[in-house]
C-alpha cells in the first residue's frame, strides 16, 4: 500500500517550493496587481508541477526499472496506472484552477498542458526536449501577469501584460533549458559539455536579472544584487565539479540548478520593484533545502 512519503517522493515535493514564485514574480513583472487571480494561477502552477512529475515517472518507468531502482514506480510502491490518473486529475485541475483566474489565464493553461504532456510522452528524448520545456515554464510564467490583469473593458490588457514579463519568463525559460541538458546525463555522467553550458549561461542570466529597467536606488539595488548573487552562486557551483570532471555523475548540479530557480525568482520580483514579493520568496530557501534532505529533488 502505498504511504504519503511514496507520494511526496513522487511528486518531488522538495523541488516544489522552485514553482510558487513563478506566477508573483512574473506579475511584478508585468505591473499587475496580485489578488485572488494570482493566487488561483499559483495553485494552477503548482497542480502543472505536480502532474508533470508524476507523467515524467510513469513515462520513465522502464528506463528506471534499470538506473533508478528505488523511485516510487519501480520499487512497487506506486502502480503506474496510479500515478497516470493523478497526472490526469491534477492536469484538469490546473486548468479548473486557471479557468476559476479568467479566460485568458485558461488558454495559458491548456497550452501548458498540451506542451507538458507533448515533452513527457515523446519529446524528453528528443533534441526538441529542452526547447519544450524551456517552452513550459515560459507559459507556466505568463500565468502571472495574464490572471493579474483580470477581465478589463480594455481587451488587449491581458495581453500587454504578457509582453511587459517576457523577458523575465525568457529567464527562466533559458535556465529551464539548459538545467533540462544537464539532467539527461543525471544518472550516467560522462558529460562535461552541458555543465560546461551552464556555468556559460548563469553568468549572463545573472547579468541581465541584475540590470534593471530604469534607475532605482536604495533598498531595491541592495536587495537585486544580493539575490542575483544568490542565483548565480546556487546555481554555479554545483556544476564545477561535473565540469571538471567528466565521469562524475551531474546530480549535483540539477539539484542546484532547481534550488537556483527560488533566488532568481526573488531576483526578477526585486528587479520589478516588489520587495515584500521577494522577500517571501527567499524564505522558501532554507525550508527547501531542509525538506531536500528528506525526499530528493530529483
Given at each position: 500500500?502505498?504511504?504519503?512519503?511514496?507520494?511526496?517522493?513522487?511528486?518531488?515535493?522538495?523541488?516544489?517550493?522552485?514553482?510558487?514564485?513563478?506566477?508573483?514574480?512574473?506579475?511584478?513583472?508585468?505591473?499587475?496587481?496580485?489578488?485572488?487571480?494570482?493566487?488561483?494561477?499559483?495553485?494552477?502552477?503548482?497542480?502543472?508541477?505536480?502532474?508533470?512529475?508524476?507523467?515524467?515517472?510513469?513515462?520513465?518507468r522502464d528506463e528506471d526499472d534499470v538506473e533508478r531502482p528505488h523511485r516510487p514506480l519501480p520499487s512497487g510502491r506506486i502502480a503506474p496506472a496510479r500515478a497516470l490518473t493523478a497526472a490526469a486529475g491534477l492536469t484538469v485541475a490546473r486548468v479548473g484552477l486557471a479557468l476559476a483566474a479568467g479566460r485568458p489565464a485558461a488558454l495559458a493553461a491548456t497550452a501548458l498542458a498540451g506542451t507538458v504532456w507533448a515533452y513527457d510522452l515523446h519529446l524528453r528524448q528528443t533534441p526538441a526536449g529542452p526547447a519544450a520545456m524551456a517552452?513550459?515554464?515560459?507559459?507556466?510564467?505568463?500565468?502571472?501577469?495574464?490572471?493579474?490583469?483580470?477581465?478589463?473593458?480594455?481587451?488587449?490588457?491581458?495581453?500587454?501584460?504578457?509582453?511587459?514579463?517576457?523577458?523575465?519568463?525568457?529567464?527562466?525559460?533559458?535556465?529551464?533549458?539548459?538545467?533540462?541538458?544537464?539532467?539527461?546525463?543525471?544518472?550516467?555522467?560522462?558529460?562535461?559539455?552541458?555543465?560546461?553550458?551552464?556555468?556559460?549561461?548563469?553568468?549572463?542570466?545573472?547579468?541581465?536579472?541584475?540590470?534593471?529597467?530604469?534607475?532605482?536606488?536604495?533598498?531595491?539595488?541592495?536587495?537585486?544584487?544580493?539575490?542575483?548573487?544568490?542565483?548565480?552562486?546556487?546555481?554555479?557551483?554545483?556544476?564545477?565539479?561535473?565540469?571538471?570532471?567528466?565521469?562524475?555523475?551531474?546530480?549535483?548540479?540539477?539539484?542546484?540548478?532547481?534550488?537556483?530557480?527560488?533566488?532568481?525568482?526573488?531576483?526578477?520580483?526585486?528587479?520589478?520593484?516588489?520587495?515584500?514579493?521577494?522577500?517571501?520568496?527567499?524564505?522558501?530557501?532554507?525550508?527547501?533545502?531542509?525538506?531536500?534532505?528528506?525526499?530528493?529533488?530529483?
Amino acid at each position: 500500500m502505498s504511504t504519503p512519503r511514496d507520494w511526496a517522493e513522487l511528486a518531488r515535493v522538495s523541488a516544489l517550493f522552485s514553482v510558487p514564485g513563478d506566477v508573483p514574480a512574473e506579475a511584478a513583472a508585468s505591473g499587475a496587481r496580485p489578488g485572488a487571480r494570482t493566487a488561483l494561477a499559483t495553485g494552477a502552477s503548482l497542480c502543472r508541477y505536480e502532474a508533470g512529475t508524476a507523467l515524467n515517472d510513469w513515462a520513465d518507468r522502464d528506463e528506471d526499472d534499470v538506473e533508478r531502482p528505488h523511485r516510487p514506480l519501480p520499487s512497487g510502491r506506486i502502480a503506474p496506472a496510479r500515478a497516470l490518473t493523478a497526472a490526469a486529475g491534477l492536469t484538469v485541475a490546473r486548468v479548473g484552477l486557471a479557468l476559476a483566474a479568467g479566460r485568458p489565464a485558461a488558454l495559458a493553461a491548456t497550452a501548458l498542458a498540451g506542451t507538458v504532456w507533448a515533452y513527457d510522452l515523446h519529446l524528453r528524448q528528443t533534441p526538441a526536449g529542452p526547447a519544450a520545456m524551456a517552452a513550459a515554464r515560459g507559459l507556466d510564467l505568463l500565468l502571472g501577469p495574464v490572471a493579474g490583469a483580470g477581465p478589463r473593458a480594455d481587451v488587449g490588457s491581458p495581453a500587454r501584460a504578457a509582453r511587459r514579463a517576457l523577458a523575465p519568463a525568457a529567464v527562466l525559460g533559458a535556465h529551464t533549458s539548459v538545467l533540462t541538458v544537464v539532467s539527461r546525463n543525471e544518472t550516467r555522467g560522462g558529460s562535461t559539455g552541458a555543465p560546461l553550458a551552464g556555468l556559460g549561461t548563469t553568468a549572463p542570466l545573472g547579468t541581465l536579472t541584475g540590470c534593471g529597467r530604469r534607475p532605482v536606488q536604495g533598498p531595491q539595488v541592495y536587495a537585486r544584487a544580493a539575490l542575483t548573487g544568490a542565483y548565480v552562486a546556487t546555481a554555479t557551483v554545483p556544476y564545477l565539479h561535473p565540469a571538471l570532471t567528466p565521469s562524475s555523475l551531474p546530480q549535483k548540479a540539477v539539484n542546484g540548478g532547481i534550488c537556483a530557480m527560488i533566488p532568481l525568482q526573488a531576483a526578477l520580483a526585486a528587479r520589478s520593484g516588489a520587495l515584500a514579493c521577494a522577500a517571501l520568496l527567499t524564505g522558501l530557501v532554507p525550508v527547501a533545502r531542509r525538506l531536500a534532505r528528506k525526499v530528493s529533488l530529483t
